[in-house]
């Protein structure tokens, strides 16, 4: 049995998450890491993607993040996200139906501002993540 560490989910609202683990698996800009008790202190950018918890039950819970940042210290481990949501609350026609503007959004500001279709793109990335973490519930 692993030993387990402290982790804290946070975002602008809310406390997400706060209790021990003994394994989170999350997607950072260099790639997906793995973080167990006494990884070296580390700090990284999160894009959208997928992060997996291993809940006391020894089973993962799986989640969308929308980006954030993430610390890694002898402390435990700490994610401020800018949004998150557990996969089984997801509602999979909001995020398709988030999917289709982002894709319209992103046709129509083909030629204008490029800042309007990084937003438009940015959406569309949210939504695919969203809708892959619902998907593999």
Known sequence: MATPFKLKIITPDKTFFEGETENVIVRTTEGDIGILAGHINYAASLPSGPIKVKMDDGNYRLAA?????????????????????????????????????????????KGKSNAEFERARMKLMRALNRIDVAQKM
């Open 65 to 109: 993040i929308s980006g954030g940042v993430l610390k890694i210290s002898k402390e435990g481990t700490v994610i401020i996200a800018r949004a998150i949501e557990w996969g089984s609350e997801i509602d999979l026609e909001h995020a398709r139906r988030s999917e289709e503007d982002a894709r319209r959004r992103m046709q129509e500001s």
